[in-house]
């Protein structure tokens, strides 16, 4: 089977997509496809890879973003995959882009390799100022590439990058150039939709940049290599230690579906079978058709208890972002539970419920608990002085009805770890848990007392949403 060519319609400079770094067929390239997509975290199943294979055979080969969405409408399972999936695919089925005339490959520039970076500059600003999904911009990226992007990455060895394109062009310095020009062609568009128009073109011109560097990497390194280090994991599988700031604000999206859940396995349900109590006016009416007599009672349904929750976190330096998201997890778990109340610790706990109010910034929230809560004495972690802290001063938010969230990663700087105290606070409480960021694999290396932990509250790994999503499937 040969290589399906690219989209023409959709591309001017799209042709057969190139294979780099693999065999020339179609079907070596669909298996390394799907094991790239497995490797970057996305599900793809055997039967899904089949059926994948399958749509092959009834779409047109020769437009290449037919293919693509092909695949992804066989493969992809959740919006948060796509950008993942893009970025792999256009690594194993890129367009080619070889033997184009310069007027073609500069995007309607002529001569580009001779032609002064002002000159450069202001037909981007023209491309910019167009439709972002016009395929002169990506045909302009690409040239911009080739003339800007190689540089020496080690002694004798040169590579391609983006950071050098983007900094010759400068496309965040023309907005307020473009702006004007855009608001005096265009009478009556709103500045505001200007610029979304404005960010959308530049952030699409950033990401063809983005690719044609990785294209170019993949067809001197292999594809297989740049893949690996070419996506990011889905949100879901971010690790927490590891995320960004960006990734963060994302992950606010998937707390309140979590949190939801959580709080619906957590409820206390009566036992089947439990009698409610007398409803005294259905009782009444059902009698009317008896002459009067109550021979049938009515009961009102037993109504599920929504429980109380108490979490105990630590936000110290080595578990930070974690502590951020379990922070994000917080604010959610208030608008399900009845009563929430948050601790945080390092080598001692305060109670930091009150930073946390609704509708604050959850940002903010976390700053001012930093400078004002008093959860530090020396800075180093020390579970087991915490455990007896928070027995002294705050025992009384344990109760019957109260389920116990220990977020932290069980490190506790070879200090006593306070295993008595601990049982004792789990039993006052109707349920405790205890969530851990680390890889299993890490439990019990160095200062970690995972194992002795958990032999007192049941331990979960849980480095990243997947995970935590998990752990809420299992509880009963």
């Known amino acids: 089977m040969s290589p399906p060519p690219g989209d023409a319609s959709a591309e001017p400079d799209a042709g057969a997509p190139g294979e780099p770094g693999t ?28 059926d994948a294979a399958r749509a092959l055979a009834v779409v047109d080969l020769s437009r290449r973003e037919t293919l693509r969405e092909a695949y992804a409408a066989t493969l992809v399972k959740r919006p948060s995959h796509r950008p993942g999936f893009d970025t792999l695919f256009d690594l194993w089925f890129p367009p080619v882009v070889t033997g184009l005339v310069p007027s073609e490959t500069a995007g309607g520039t002529p001569d580009l390799d001779r032609a002064e970076v002002p000159e450069l500059r202001e037909r981007l600003a023209e491309l910019l100022m167009g439709d972002p999904g016009d395929p002169a911009l990506r045909a302009f990226a690409r040239a911009a590439v080739g003339r800007f992007g190689r540089l020496d990455a080690a002694a004798g060895r040169q ?24 608001l005096d062609e265009r009478g009556g568009l709103p500045e505001k939709v200007a610029r979304r128009q404005l960010a959308r073109s530049i952030e699409t011109f950033q990401e063809a940049v983005a690719a044609d560097v990785r294209r170019r990497i993949a067809e001197e390194s292999g594809v297989e290599k740049i893949a690996r280090s070419a996506v990011r994991p889905p949100i879901d599988q971010l690790d927490f230690l590891r995320v960004t700031k960006a990734e963060l604000e994302k992950l606010r999206r998937e707390v309140h579906p979590l949190a939801r859940r959580l709080a619906t396995r957590l409820t206390i349900r009566h036992r089947h079978g439990r009698r409610g109590r007398l409803d005294f006016r259905r009782t009444v009416r ?14 009102r349904p037993p109504r599920p208890h929504r429980p109380e929750l108490v979490i105990l976190c630590d ?18 778990l208030r608008e399900q539970f009845t009563k929430v109340r948050a601790f945080a610790f390092v080598d001692t706990v305060d109670e930091i419920t009150r930073f946390f109010r609704p509708g604050d910034d959850v940002l903010d929230a976390i700053d001012r608990m930093a400078r004002e809560a008093d959860i530090s004495r020396f800075g180093r972690t020390d579970y087991g002085h915490v455990f007896e802290r928070f027995a002294e001063r705050h025992a009384d938010a344990l109760g019957p009805r109260t389920s116990l969230l220990i977020l932290g990663d069980a490190r506790s700087n070879y200090q006593a770890p306070a295993l008595g105290t601990l049982k004792a606070l789990a039993a006052r409480a109707r349920r405790a848990h205890w969530l851990n960021p680390e890889p299993r694999a890490q439990w019990d290396t160095g200062d970690s007392l995972a194992t002795a932990y958990g032999t007192v509250v049941p331990m979960h790994e849980c480095r990243n949403v997947a995970q935590l999503a998990a752990f809420v499937e299992t509880l009963a």
């Open 23 to 50: 065999g020339g067929s179609l079907v070596d390239r669909h298996v390394g496809f799907v094991r790239a997509l497995r490797q970057a975290g996305l599900p793809v199943s055997t039967a899904e890879g089949l």
């Open 315 to 332: 936000a110290s330096d080595s578990v930070s972002t974690f502590s951020h998201f379990t922070l994000l997890l917080t604010f959610a």
């Open 159 to 182: 590579s391609w990058f983006s950071f050098p394109v983007l900094r010759a062009l400068s496309p965040e310095t023309l907005v307020a150039r473009m702006l004007s020009a855009m």
């Open 286 to 299: 059902a009698s009317l058709s008896t002459g009067g007599v109550p021979l049938t009672t009515r009961l």
